[in-house]
Each structure stands twice: as C-alpha cells, then as structure tokens.
C-alpha cells in the first residue's frame, strides 16, 4: 500500500509543511517551529511527495511576497492562480482537481 502525502499549515508561523498521512491522523509537529498542533485543514493530498513538496514551496512563496507586501495572509487569494489543464496524479473531485484552488501557475 503507498504512502500518502498531505499539505498542512502551521497556527503558528503559518508555513505549509509536506507531512505522511497516519493511521491516526490527529496530530502533527510543524518542520519550521516545532509546534505541536492538531489538524484542522489538509490543503491537499497526494500520493507523491514531490507534488506535495512543489505545491507547499509555491504556497509558501506566495505567502512571502503578500507579507513583503506588508498585506495580511489570506487563503482565499491563492484561488486566482488556478492552471488550466495540469497533468498530474492528484485525484480529482468531479471534473476539478482537490489541488486546483492552491496551484500558482508557473508562467
């Protein structure tokens, strides 16, 4: 059986981390703080790492440029930069991606 992957974010110092999804999937330790913390919102899930850990690297670039920008982080501006037509092995939802309202197009 693979592995999952999961995106997760912080409470704390509000990075997405890339973590295994568990049989008891309560709880998690941020990679940046060390925080212990409890799931609230899985942003994505993937059965590849790497797809998990390009889609929290463009997450957490976005969300360094909005604080440069002195703006406060808000998860619903990341829905803009939908990719149309993105070739991947995330499961779908209907005719959308789970991962379509958080990917940045790379363009």
Same mark, same amino acid.
């Given at each position: 059986?693979?592995?999952?992957?999961?995106?997760?974010?912080?409470?704390?110092?509000?990075?997405?981390?890339?973590?295994? &999804?568990?049989?008891?999937?309560?709880?998690?330790?941020?990679?940046?703080?060390?925080?212990? *913390?409890?799931?609230?919102? &899985?942003?994505?899930?993937?059965?590849?790492?790497?797809?998990?850990?390009?889609?929290?690297?463009?997450?957490?670039?976005?969300?360094?440029?909005?604080?440069?920008?002195?703006?406060?982080?808000?998860?619903? *501006?990341?829905?803009?930069?939908?990719?149309?037509?993105?070739?991947?092995?995330?499961?779908? &939802?209907?005719? &959308?991606?789970?991962?379509?309202?958080?990917?940045?197009?790379?363009?």
């Amino acid at each position: 059986m693979p592995q999952k992957f999961q995106i997760l974010r912080c409470f704390s110092c509000e990075t997405f981390n890339v973590d295994i &999804v568990k049989k008891t999937n309560l709880k998690w330790q941020c990679k940046m703080c060390g925080e212990n *913390q409890s799931i609230k919102n &899985v942003y994505g899930t993937s059965d590849t790492a790497k797809e998990c850990r390009e889609i929290a690297q463009q997450l957490n670039q976005r969300r360094g440029e909005k604080m440069d920008e002195m703006q406060p982080f808000d998860e619903n *501006q990341y829905q803009e930069d939908i990719p149309k037509g993105s070739e991947s092995k995330i499961t779908k &939802v209907g005719s &959308v991606s789970r991962w379509a309202k958080y990917m940045v197009n790379a363009e």
